[in-house]
């Protein structure tokens, strides 16, 4: 876990006004790591994640992101988000364009090879999350779990090696919410670095290698799943979990 | 109407001498889209560049010449032409004494303001000479000896005299004798003045029972009773004043000189009695076509305004478009001076009344920094900012009602911000606007209506014109509103298809 970090938090602080919402928060993962982040509402773990993409502005403390310190005013913002896909919890698909145009948007913008590429690019991704058929389709006329997977394949467009999920089955029908974890699952299995929001415990057991649990905008506990789920140590982490499990 | 036109691009000419400017080059481009008939109504509009400097001579010379818009029979409208008596006498000392006038039809008020700012060389406009005038006018020689007449409605047989008038509410004509006679006597009667700004509101104000009676002068008075106005004089004229023309206080000296002259010579052979007998002692028959004569005569002067109303409408609007984008972008900008700037600019337009800023830009520019300045080019400023202001508010709207969860996926991407806004706000923005952009459009095309009070010649002015010569005011309101409505309901119905169409 010591090894060369690709995500490098150290002592993040995050206020809204006089509302701070995360206070101090040090986290290093590594390359290929899966860590998911659970914790109560208001918890900051929303905060957390988008400021790991500078979504989020940050007010103090360091975020290092493939050596790139996001705080650095030098440092290209654009050239970094680029290798750190991001979905979110209501999707965000752009719905005045068609599925396959939003998938390419990025690609043919950031003019990462041709049109041709970035559409047999595109292709093949809405293939990977099983909705080849739709590329014609609006975003209106996909259910909320193809949305999903929609904006899953957008965001793999660019090529990123990390991936942030901010609650991306909070939105869903429990029917729907399978289908989405299936995509991420994939995903892990294929060695991205994910930082994982999420409600789904199960889920978190499963593909995580850490888990971390936030309240009150600390970390309170982080191990395996099997650390954290089968023997938390803090009496907010039980608490917690007796609530949810 | 060939005569009118030729004479419209000959003023276009001299302008592109004196200073082209880019709304000459779209007035021409428009004078070339209407064909014809616009050109008249232009000749109203860039009528400019009056001569200030001291000439000893001003053979060949043109002089711009402010006057009232209706103030018959010195001055109205006949079939379109600018008619009266004091039309044919400055017409005729400039035909004796070798310059050339183009008179300006602004309206009393702003005759004097205009000439005050120096954007005409002189005022005729049945303006009696006083000494309060003379502190900033020079005037010429008198060359009518008006006085002050009451009238009452015509079934009216209460009032006979001036002490009916306890308790009741009179009328007189803003700055004028009437106004002034009028308040010189109301302690002793015990009524209350009320003023306005020209003869057919006056004597409307009277008809529909407002105010009992109205303060004139004379020959107007005894004009518009010949014309069937509903009116009757019931006391005798009052000794007043004499009229005069005037130039601005030490300025166009030749000018008065050369009126001088040529009204003593006029005076001298019998032309100028001549000239005051045509309207005061045969007053032309009192048009008595029905609405539709009223139709057929009146279209031709309403064609020409709503040719102006249009251009100044679609200048106007696709300024205020540019100006509503570039700072809409700015309100919504993450730099403070931008957004600061912005919001300034929609603060002021938005908070000072459309009327108080054209006037402004006429009349108030023109003295901060004595550079006269054509009634389109203000009209057109005026209209442009003042729309601009609430098109920089519908883009500020229409970039904000965009979910914000649009730019974050845009931004995480690793799309820059104006790449964001391009490709994924905007398209969607525009969307939104686009119903508040053809609601914007049609409020620009009613607030023109509103320069016709700095002598833009445009639809409602024309109008003005119209029933202030013929006193058929609730007629011809009509069908300056009934073509308004057609304009507005055709322009709607097109935006929307158009709408329709690209915004699916």
Redesign the interface.
Known sequence: MSNASKISVRALRKSFGSNEVLKGIDVEIAEGEVVCVIGPSGSGKSTFLRCL?K?DEITAGTVIVDGFDLTDKNVNL?????H???V?Q?F?????MTVLQNIM??PV??KKGTRQEARATAEKLLDRVGLADKAQARPAQLSGGQKQRV?IA??LA?NPDIMLFDEATSALDPEMVGEVLQVIRDLAKEGMTMVVVTHEMGFAREVADRVIFMAEGVIVEEGTPEELFGNPQQVRTQDFLSKVL | MSAASENGFTVLRNKFRSRPGILTIALTAALALLGGSAGAGAAAASETSASVAPHTDITGETFVIATDTTFAPFEYRKDGELTGIDMDLIRAVAEREGFTVEIKSLGFDAALQALQSNQVAGVIAGMSITDERKQIFDFSDPYFDSGVQMAVAEGNNAVTGYTDLRGETVVAKRGSEGETFANSIKDEYGFTVKALADSATMYDDVKAGNSVAVFDDYPVLAYGINQNNGLKSVTDKEQGSSYGFAVNKGQNAELLAAFNTGLAELKADGEYQAILDTYLLDPAAASDTGFFGLLANSMPALMKGLGLTLLATGLSILIALVLGIVLGFFKVSPFIVLRAIATTYVSIFRGTPLLVQAFFFYFGLPQLTGQSIDVLTAGVLTLSLNAGAYMTEIVRGGIQSV?S??T?????????YV?TMR??VL??AV?IMTPSFINQFVMTLKDTSLLAVIGFAELTYQGQQIYAANFRTGETLLIVAALYFVVITLLTTLSNKLDKRFNK
């Not at chain 1, 654009?78 to 680029?82: E, K, Y």
């Open positions: 993409n979504l654009n050239t970094v988000r680029q750190i896909g991001m979110f209501h965000n698909l752009f719905p005045h948007l990025a913008e950031l904006a957008r965001s660019v | 979910d969860g649009q974050e996926a845009g931004r995480s991407l690793g799309l820059g790449t490709r994924v398209p969607q969307k």
